[in-house]
């Protein structure tokens, strides 16, 4: 049956909806309870975490900040690190077939029929 009402037809057979009970059980509550704080924990397992990752982070950002440092201060000419068990720059020594080309350091006077002229005599 239809009625009007303040302008506005309304069907009084249709029963007005029952609404449910909102109140949460001691279950419910519970529940709710342990995960909030599960999450809580790990919320703070996130935020040591991520504490570390910022230090290491740091540590890192300083480490390659050193290390343009050190590479602006070397010559322009050196490409890689200085070798271990490089010794003094110098001259390589001749090899052994050849050091009979180079004068004798035995004084003249010593040696048998020291000097002579050009001729011989």
């Known amino acids: 049956m239809l009625v009007l009402f303040s302008g506005i037809w309304h069907n009084v057979d249709v ?4 609404r449910p009970d909102l ?3 001691r279950n419910e509550i519970d529940s709710l309870r342990e995960r909030a704080e ?3 924990r790990e919320r703070e397992v996130i935020r040591r975490e ?10 890192l950002r300083e480490q390659l900040e050193t290390a343009r440092r ?3 201060r070397q010559a322009p000419f050196s490409k890689s690190r200085p070798s271990v068990d490089a010794g003094r720059p110098a001259r390589k020594p001749a090899p052994r077939e050849d050091q009979a080309a180079h004068r004798d350091d035995t004084p003249a006077s010593r040696v048998a029929g020291a000097r002579r002229g050009r001729d011989g005599t």
């Open 15 to 18: 029963p007005e909806p029952s």
């Open 23 to 25: 109140t949460p059980t």
């Open 38 to 40: 599960c999450a809580e």
């Open 50 to 59: 991520a504490e570390g990752l910022r230090q290491e982070n740091e540590r």
């Open 70 to 72: 050190a590479g602006r």
